[in-house]
């Protein structure tokens, strides 16, 4: 296994400013996030839903970008792409997460751009399709995919997936 990689066991709250883990991990917390940022490296592609104009895209997953994860929590993930994005605008992700499993569909809000020579380094919140209701027409709601949904409903989704995989598994081995 390349030692450079990490692999997502659990996320987890605290109120601590100190946190320690065990190798491979490189997780961080300061004082003003909510959650840990584990670092990992995985690629990320990404497409535009509404960019930093207000301009709704009618098919947002016609185009599609590539980026590479840097750290990722429970409340968003760092890219780096070669793509700007302008605070603001709302894209719809899917990561790979050790080649393992795919986390499709999910809704980010792009909370901080900052260009580093010629790649960007973006920061991504994760947002709940709630957050649409507000800030889209009812017209534009009717045209968004009804599979987005926030890292947390995709996570749990998965989770739950692998879970019947593997009582399918044990009943097919009986």
């Not at 991990?25 to 592609?45: G, N, T, V």
Request: aromatic letters at 6%; proline letters at 3%.
């Amino acid at each position: 296994m390349d030692e450079t990689r990490s692999k997502i066991i659990s996320e987890i709250e605290t109120d601590e400013n100190v946190v320690s883990v065990k190798k491979p991990f490189a997780l961080h917390k300061d004082k003003s996030r909510h959650y840990i940022r584990l670092e990992i490296s995985e690629p990320l592609s990404f497409s535009i839903l509404r960019d930093r104009e207000n301009g709704f895209r009618t098919q947002p997953n016609e185009q599609i970008f590539q980026g590479s994860i840097l750290n990722i929590s429970a409340g968003g993930v760092l890219i780096e792409t070669e793509t700007p994005l302008g605070e603001g605008s709302l894209i719809t992700m899917k990561m790979s997460l050790q080649e393992v499993e795919t986390i499709d569909h999910v809704i980010g809000l792009v909370k901080r751009a900052d260009a580093d020579e010629n790649m960007w380094l973006i920061g991504i919140e994760f947002i709940s399709r709630e957050y649409l209701v507000d800030h889209f027409s009812s017209a534009e709601l009717e045209i968004i995919p009804p599979e987005l949904a926030s890292f947390d409903e995709r996570l749990k989704m998965t989770l739950n997936k692998y879970v019947q995989y593997k009582r399918n598994s044990a009943t097919n081995q009986r």
